[in-house]
């Protein structure tokens, strides 16, 4: 056997092995510092529960600002990866041109971008949206979401970091045949459906909502605590209305047995019909009965009023012109706008939370964990209860040397194992069942709330995302809408929300200045480098035939 025979059978047998093995073995390595395109555990979970086509339809295409393009490349390479996780996975990519009103009636808004281009500022409308199917199921995805980043460029950092979290979490929605269950307590004077309109209106797009009254605890306190039990979690919104001692420990109770709760507590009273018609009100203690049971919690909601120089709009009438009414806005001191806690994926990237006349919240020494939420700004004002509130001190300048109080806590979420608030106390029922001691447990307590109440245009709920008058965007939606998904989340899936990614960003200002000079360098220099290597080859090709 001739050394040419050899060496040839070697290379087939060796380019069918590796052909074999390639077959066989696959996998993706992502080689970027910030690995923004390794999928979580979590994602890799839900992505292969799909057994049916999930198709994708993408509405980045056409003509759009070049920045945008690398949100469009970002989101393909992405779906890449979660094709190559299941195959089940198909997308495309479709121009919106000539589909803009069926996107905007299926709620997918266009989004208005302020484009610089050759040192000029023009204004482009682009879709950022997604839409998935599967089955009979459908639903959108923002790719855009409005976050507290002060430029594009941030925005569309934050907009990719997103992408992983965005994605599955509609995956998961779209999959999943299971829906958890929320109670919305009343019996206490909580806010009226209409107020609770837009915040509800999107969990109930997630979840499975329902209304749930605690009157049926004076007949049959045991049997509501069982039927309390059922529901994945409770949202407690504003009530006005004490609660009696059977009420609490059946809270108390479906806490203990692992009952996710969200707390929207307003302890002090504060009547604005009273503060636009007569121009002053009076804040007083409200009487809840809730100390005592959320102190063996670990917190303490206070009776002091949260002022503060970083607050919110209020608009009032400042007179008329002709037969028409004229408005206008003042910071309004009382309605703190806070900054959420930046290292919490309840918060990360969300836009600043409005609250209205709120208070302070106090944690205690107990064995749970507490992260702060929703943190006042440094120049902040505590006024003790009762006080009067006057509306025309909103004309008022503030004296800076009084809003030295420092940040105060607004919104805590705890964690760990809770104690019973009726442990070495006379309960005021026997419960058969009774625990003394949770299981792993979590809840988050906010000290104001109003924090989910939608303001009323023409009869019907705004969004509680944006002021009806100014028109200025709150966090609030999305701050409930994240508290939720964590208090819920078994999955870790809410921890993508964490997901950094770093761009590195064109500096447009000196890319403009240096235009002509990379023009020259990019397009001129190759091609006079080419023309002389050209003549120098045929000058010396010339002389040495000649």
Not at 287 to 298: A, K, P
Request: glycine share 4%; proline share 3%; no cysteine.
């Amino acid at each position: 056997m001739s050394k040419n025979f050899k060496t040839s059978l070697f290379v087939l047998v060796g380019l069918i092995f590796l052909n074999f093995v390639s077959g066989t073995f696959f996998t993706r390595i992502d080689l970027t510092k910030d690995q923004r395109y390794a999928l979580s555990e979590v994602s890799k979970k839900i992505v292969n529960n799909l057994e049916t086509s999930l198709i994708v339809n993408v509405y980045l295409e056409g003509d759009f600002p070049s920045e945008f393009k690398r949100l469009q490349i970002e989101t393909r390479q992405f779906l890449e990866e979660l094709q190559a996780e299941n195959s089940n996975i198909r997308f495309r990519f479709i121009n919106p041109d000539d589909i803009r009103e069926e996107l905007v009636k299926n709620g997918m808004m266009p989004s208005q971008l302020t484009v610089e281009e050759n040192g000029k500022l023009s204004e482009a409308l682009i879709f950022p949206w997604a839409a998935l199917f599967y089955g009979e199921k459908a639903i959108t995805v923002p790719l855009l979401p409005e976050t507290m980043a002060k430029s594009q460029e941030s925005q569309l950092e934050n907009a990719i970091s997103s992408l992983e979290h965005s994605f599955v979490n509609a995956i998961e929605l779209i999959t999943q045949n299971k829906t958890k269950k929320i109670a919305v307590l009343s019996g206490n004077g909580e806010l009226e459906d209409i107020r609770l309109f837009s915040f509800l209106s999107a969990l109930g797009k997630k979840y499975s909502l329902a209304k749930f009254t605690l009157d049926s605890v004076e007949k049959n306190p045991s049997k509501t605590i069982d039927q309390l039990k059922q529901y994945d979690l409770s949202i407690i919104a504003k009530p006005s209305q004490k609660f009696s001692h059977e009420e609490k420990l059946v809270l108390d109770q479906y806490i203990m047995n692992g009952g996710k709760s969200l707390w929207m507590i307003d302890n002090l009273y504060s009547d604005t019909d009273s503060l636009y018609n007569e121009g002053r009100m009076l804040a007083y203690r409200r009487e809840l009965d809730l100390t005592d049971l959320l102190f063996s919690y670990g917190v303490r909601i206070n009776n002091k009023l949260v002022q503060d120089l970083y607050a919110s709009k209020l608009t009032l009438a400042s007179g008329n012109l002709g037969n028409q009414a004229q408005f206008e806005s003042y910071d309004w001191f009382y309605h703190p706008l806070v900054q959420g806690n930046p290292n919490h994926p309840i918060t990360k990237n969300v836009l600043p939370v409005r609250f209205r006349f709120t208070t302070q919240i106090d944690t205690l020494k107990k064995d749970i964990k507490k992260t702060p939420l929703l943190v006042s700004s440094v120049l902040s004002k505590l006024t003790g209860a009762p006080t009067i509130v006057e509306l025309e001190s909103i004309a008022k300048e503030p004296i800076q040397q009084e809003y030295t109080a420092g940040s105060q806590l607004l919104a805590v979420l705890l964690e760990g194992k809770f104690n019973s608030a009726y442990e070495n106390r006379t309960r005021p029922f026997n419960y058969s069942d009774y625990k003394k001691i949770s299981t792993e447990n979590k809840m988050v307590v906010i000290a104001d709330g109003d924090i989910a109440k939608n303001q009323i245009l023409k009869g019907q709920p705004y969004d509680l995302g944006i002021d009806k008058w100014t028109q200025q965007r709150f966090g609030n939606k999305d701050f409930l809408l994240n508290t939720v998904d964590y208090l819920l989340d078994d999955s870790g899936l809410i921890s993508l929300r964490n997901k950094t990614v770093q761009l590195n960003s064109l500096d447009k200002q000196k890319a403009f200045k240096e235009r002509s000079f990379w023009q020259f360098f990019n397009i001129v220099l190759p091609l006079a480098l080419l023309f002389v290597f050209g003549f120098t080859f045929n000058y010396l090709r010339k002389k040495k035939y000649s």
